[in-house]
């Protein structure tokens, strides 16, 4: 098999950085920064799952299909969330009836 | 009629560990280790109507979700996270051991990953155990003092689905990890052939990045109030 | 039941032709493009069956114009159905001004029908020709759906909030009342039937049939007993918001959200009041889930809204 | 059928095949082999057709007259829920994937089985599992909810066995995705030496198409009917109003699987239909290219389609905008189909054999269900006809003029490839007259009931549509005597049928180069590809045609 071997000191350092933002994560959420709290603990996790999806799952390594693979998850999971969101962020657009 | 021109080509060698029909082990490990993924696909979007409910409803009501995430244990959680993560950590060892054929190492950081996995499962009990005490368990006995009872009831509701399919899915990991630590121990892997190790490493990494997502989105929002 | 087999149902509101035409457009569409296809496949299966002489088909691969043609062509056509049905949909989904309300509650398995003049009747809705009537529905269970087919409208009703819609009866007569959507054992006996009348005919009949008190007056009552105008005083300064004029109007909350008080708001605000706290005011309102049926909150509401027009009338 | 091998004209001495290599029942159930569990299949989703057949013909008959009297209203409630469950989830969704699929998905690219055989028979005993909750669900008084299982109804309201039939299609539909998973797999990494991605027959294209639709969207149905079995079962509230949940969520979540649950049923048929005319026209499908892509476009948009079924539900009217432009934009892709085999027609040698009639019957009523698909896509029309039998006579048209046609053209076409074994072609043409004719009069009433105002699932109805009910129902009957005839001489042929030979139909395509019925390993040696699919130029007299 043509597996490509990671060195074991780029595990650790993956580990390192994931503790440092598990770290960063949690202090972050104490500061007030208004509607960006979540935007921050989102990014911070997509890095942190992008770091554990390249390298402790070898997807750097891995044939481009994978990485397709996980791109279509992704992407149909936002279609969910963003299409269903469609509906939510836009009910109380249309305006009251001038009847009332 | 004609019929297209065919090379004649013989059936390939059955070495160690190759299925009847596949034609060599790379073709093999391709087509398992593609398979694990598209299965984890589709864990993301089971995960994921979860996580689109979830969406929906902390949209809706962010003041209540904000009161009822201070009542999930944030040191418990931050814990559990590091435990988890070190496991990913472990796990990815054992497959790069796997990968040189070192049969010790592959059962002992197995072994290590389970250690820490259970330990997950442990603290997660314990939360567990605190929110049943503090009547946090949805249904006709919840209790939630304040304004935003109805809806802190909605978070809760997600929090016991979405960390206790989580808590799932790591007991079924700890079970696949338990059987290749078994097959690993009798030498069932080579260099050559380890893609059972791989495969459920793949798996239990997973579980990690669900986690990774769950923590910020249970635990820590607008923890600064 | 041979004697006749009618195709379309009565054209009854205003916007029954409307829909109609467009249908007729959707017809004709599909109409040729059937043609079109089912005649150009029996006669190239004609044509081209296999017999001596046509032993063997001839090799085309494809033809990229041809491609291109029916794809452009399909997709501006159906752009123009999504142009025209829209156009429609929209105009369905504003009310018009000047219309007058009625209100619906759903339970399995009747239409209970609260007229703002305080007549109430089950499964019979009366309306007046000529005039626009919006419906302010919801259910006590599961979902409902209103639907008058001659007028060529549907809504689905929910437990939990209101929706709404509306219509202008354009033709007296009687016309079927159906619950569209399903709800259990007595789904297909949830309906009845829509009487409309010529306006003094329609005058006459609620007359004839009122109780005497008006839904806002029987919701004043309410008010008051509920307790609810110690706290909400029409002059201001009580521990909640005075509620005068308030439908209709933007809300600033305290969260830093600004909403419209409408229907739904008001709903919600009865029953679970801390959700939304009117910013400045403490969240002190008890709950009121329990103690008002729904269609008890529709008097509140309907209370809350003639505060609005008697407003108006001393501003103006 | 004439254009038969010389070959088969005397019977051939006993060759070892797939069916013949073992008896024992063992061996059936314990079997790894794609072709034998795509049989297994056949045998089950058969049995779980006619029992969805069943509750039709109840359903037609109650509706014979305006008046509730052949069974009670909440018998009838059951009746069309289950008729609906079963039909779809246990059939339809199942059919072609897993049983023409299953057995030819590997032999049409050179593969000896399926990446994961031990999979594809877990997959089985899965949905066996699932069906036989479904079936108990049934037995012990039925589910009243519907199809849709719509909340609150489903969750707190109804007094039937939605959990047990909830857990039934969650299990299932694991089934489901574990078939798409191995098809995937199959595709991506066992085609034969040569046989490039287009080189591929475009069945196989459909199947990749399908498997997306199966692997990104049955776990989301899966999560949101477990999320109504664990409402039902602890009385919280996810979609309760009563907590502030939202019913609606519950919709969006479940037709975010359930409509391209549709093209799950279609695509395959689509795919069917096109090696049936590329064979029977005997030329290559007129774009190739074209119709291979469409099947992937209309996995992917039909995903972003789904709250057409929401209209008047009370979902936001911007987002109903969305969805309807949408919804406008998948009908291309269908359509550029219809055109392209329309276009093969042309100039090719077409052959009467069975198969071909399912083809040329399935390409009018897909024509006539996408058409009026239109209708409700349009937002004003979908206002007055949603809920009503407009949709379905509209999904009829689709889910049985479309899927169940390609499936059973799909059938005579390969029967003699999986049993080794011609029909009688007498009788096949006879039965696919029948069932066209009696789907449209069954059918094509219930449009014009649909702008009548006829609401769907109602058990008794105001007396001016019973014409057109009457009308249906006699057509039913038609339609169940056309699918009768075919179980019986299928049967039939399995005993009494001549040996079909290899290629009873001088049909292009690796699975056809192989003996009927194939071997285990499906080839005797690893076949080489080195023409593009439906290659049909070396065709005897191909010289003489007209230039």
């Known amino acids: 098999m043509s597996e490509h071997i990671v060195q074991k000191k780029t595990y650790f350092a993956i580990f390192l950085t994931l503790m440092v933002l598990t770290v960063t994560t949690v202090w972050v959420a104490t500061i007030d920064l208004g509607p960006f709290n979540i935007v921050a603990a989102l990014v911070i996790a997509a890095c942190k799952a992008t770091l554990v999806l390249l390298i402790f799952m070898h997807v750097r390594y891995s044939p481009r299909i994978i990485a397709l693979c996980i791109f279509a998850g992704i992407l149909w999971l936002a279609l969910l969330i963003g299409l269903t969101l469609t509906d939510y962020l836009s009910r109380s657009w249309i305006a009251s009836p001038p009847g009332l | 009629m004609t019929i297209p021109v065919r090379r004649e080509q013989p059936l390939p060698d059955r070495s160690a560990g190759l299925a009847h029909h596949f034609d060599d082990l790379e073709q093999q490990h391709a087509a398992g280790s593609l398979g694990m993924w598209l299965f984890l696909v589709t864990e993301i979007l089971f995960f994921g109507g979860l996580f689109a409910a979830y969406a929906i409803y902390r949209w809706q009501y962010p003041a209540a979700f904000a009161v009822a995430s201070h009542e999930a244990d944030l040191v418990m959680g931050t814990i559990n996270t590091i435990v988890l993560i070190g496991s990913s950590l472990t796990m990815a060892l054992a497959v790069h051991y796997a990968q040189l054929g070192n049969r010790k190492a592959v059962v002992a950081f197995l072994i290590l990953t389970m250690v820490l996995g259970v330990a997950f499962l442990g603290i997660k009990g314990a939360e567990y155990h605190h929110k049943y005490l503090d009547n946090h368990f949805p249904g006709p006995d919840f209790v939630f003092p304040g304004p935003y009872a109805q809806q802190a009831e909605l978070f809760f509701i997600f929090y016991f689905i979405m960390t206790g399919l989580h808590a799932l899915h790591m007991v079924i990991g700890i079970g696949l990890l338990s059987t290749v630590a078994v097959l690993a121990w009798r030498g069932c892997y080579s260099s050559e052939h380890f893609a059972p190790v791989e495969l459920a490493g793949l798996y239990w990494h997973f579980v990690d990045v669900v986690w990774i997502f769950l923590f910020p989105l249970l635990y820590l929002i607008d923890r600064h109030k | ?272 009041p801390r959700a939304k706290i009117v910013g400045g005011y403490q969240p002190l309102m008890p709950t009121f889930q329990g103690q008002v049926s729904e269609e008890q909150l529709l008097q509140l509401v309907a209370y809350l809204k003639s505060l609005k027009k008697a407003e108006r009338s001393t501003t103006q | 059928m004439d254009n038969t091998m010389e070959s088969e004209s005397k019977i051939p001495e006993k060759r070892v095949d797939y069916l013949n290599v073992d008896h024992s029942l063992k061996s059936w159930l314990l079997t790894t082999d794609h072709k034998r569990i795509a049989l297994l299949y056949l045998i089950s989703i058969t049995l779980f057709f006619f029992i969805g057949g069943i509750f039709a013909v109840m359903i037609r008959l109650e509706l014979l007259t305006p008046s509730g009297n052949l069974v009670q209203a909440e018998t009838y409630n059951r009746l069309f829920t289950m008729h609906g469950m079963m039909m779809i989830f246990f059939f339809l969704i199942p059919s072609i994937p897993a049983v023409l699929g299953n057995f030819l998905v590997p032999v049409m690219i050179g593969a000896r089985d399926l990446a994961f055989p031990r999979l594809n028979l877990l997959s089985w005993y899965i949905f066996i599992i699932g069906g036989a909750l479904a079936i108990s669900a049934a037995v012990s008084g039925g589910v009243d909810t519907g199809w849709t299982f719509y909340t609150p109804y489903s969750s707190t309201y109804s007094n039937s066995h939605v959990i047990v039939m909830g857990l039934g299609i969650f299990i299932a539909g694991f089934s489901s995705i574990l078939t798409g998973l191995n098809f995937m797999v199959t595709i991506h990494t066992m085609r034969a030496p040569g046989l490039t991605w287009f080189r591929l027959p475009l069945f196989i294209w459909a199947h990749y198409a399908t498997s997306i639709i199966q692997i990104l969207g049955t776990p989301v149905l899966a999560i949101t009917i477990a999320l109504v079995a664990l409402e039902r079962a602890f009385h919280v509230g996810i979609f309760d109003p009563a907590l502030g949940g939202d019913p609606l969520l519950f919709q969006h979540l479940f037709w975010f699987y359930s409509h391209p649950a549709v093209y799950i049923m279609i695509l395959p048929s689509l795919g069917v239909v096109s090696e049936l005319i590329a064979c029977f026209t005997r030329k290559r499908i007129f774009g190739y290219k074209v119709v291979a892509y469409s099947s992937i476009a209309i996995a992917v948009l039909g995903f972003l389609v789904w709250g057409h079924h929401m209209f008047v539900s009370g979902m936001s009217t911007y987002a109903s905008l969305v969805f309807s432009i949408l919804s406008f934009l998948v009908a291309v892709p269908s359509a550029i189909k219809v055109f392209n085999w329309t276009a093969t027609l042309y100039k090719g040698s077409i052959v009467y054999d069975t198969p071909i009639l399912y083809a040329f019957g399935f390409i009018g009523l897909f024509t006539m269900g996408g058409l009026t698909g239109l209708f409700l896509a349009t937002l004003a029309i979908d206002v007055h006809v949603t809920d009503t039998y407009f949709v379905v006579a509209h999904f009829h048209y689709i889910m049985v003029g479309g899927a169940l046609m390609g499936y059973l053209g799909g059938i005579h076409y390969w029967w003699p490839k999986i049993t080794g074994r011609l029909y009688p072609e007498g009788w096949s043409k006879l039965a696919a007259l029948l069932v066209f004719v009696g789907f449209n009069l069954t059918f094509f009433p219930q449009f014009i009931l649909g702008y009548m105002g006829m609401p769907r699932r109602y058990y008794h109805y105001p007396p001016e549509f019973q014409a057109l009910n009457v009308l249906s129902s006699a057509g039913a009957s038609v339609l169940g005597v056309g699918y009768l005839i075919p179980v019986i001489y299928l049967l039939w042929s399995i005993k009494y049928g001549p040996a079909a030979g290899p290629n009873p139909f001088n049909a292009k395509g690796l699975e056809w180069q192989t003996q009927s019925p194939p071997i285990t390993q499906n080839f005797e040696t690893t076949p080489v590809v080195t023409e593009e699919a439906y290659d049909y130029s070396g065709e005897e007299g191909a010289t003489v045609a007209r230039s």
């Open chain 3, 1 to 272: 039941m041979w004697s006749e087999l009618p195709l379309f149902p009565e054209q009854a509101s205003s916007v029954a032709g409307r829909v109609d035409l467009l249908y007729f457009f959707l017809v004709a569409v599909a109409g040729i493009f059937s043609v079109l296809i089912f005649s150009l496949v029996f006669f190239f299966a004609i044509r081209y069956r296999r017999r001596p002489g046509n032993m063997a088909a001839a090799r085309i691969h494809g033809s990229t114009v041809l491609e291109v043609l029916w794809t452009v062509i399909p997709l501006g056509l159906t752009m123009v159905m999504f142009g025209w049905g829209s156009l429609l949909f929209l105009r369905n989904a504003r009310t018009p001004p000047g219309s007058f309300e009625i209100y619906v509650v759903a339970k399995q398995w009747m239409w209970k029908i609260q007229h703002p003049e305080g007549l109430r009747e089950i499964n019979e809705l009366h309306v007046p020709t000529g005039m626009p009537v919006r419906l302010v529905m919801t259910s006590e269970d599961v979902i409902h759906s209103f639907y008058v087919p001659a007028f060529r409208v549907k809504q689905d009703v929910l437990p939990g909030r209101y929706t709404s819609m509306w219509f202008q009866p354009t033709r007296a007569g009687k016309y079927h009342l159906f619950c569209a959507e399903y709800c259990g054992n007595q789904h297909s006996a949830m309906g009845g039937w829509v009487y409309v009348m010529e306006p003094a005919e329609y005058e006459k009949w609620l007359s004839g049939g009122s109780t005497g008190e008006s839904m806002a007056t029987t919701g004043q009552g309410l008010f008051e007993r509920l307790g609810c105008s110690s706290c909400h005083r029409s002059e201001g300064g009580g521990r909640g918001p005075s509620l005068e004029g308030l439908l209709g109007k933007k809300v600033q909350l305290d969260s830093g959200q600004a909403v419209v008080a409408d229907e739904s708001y008001i709903r919600e605000s009865i029953l679970n």
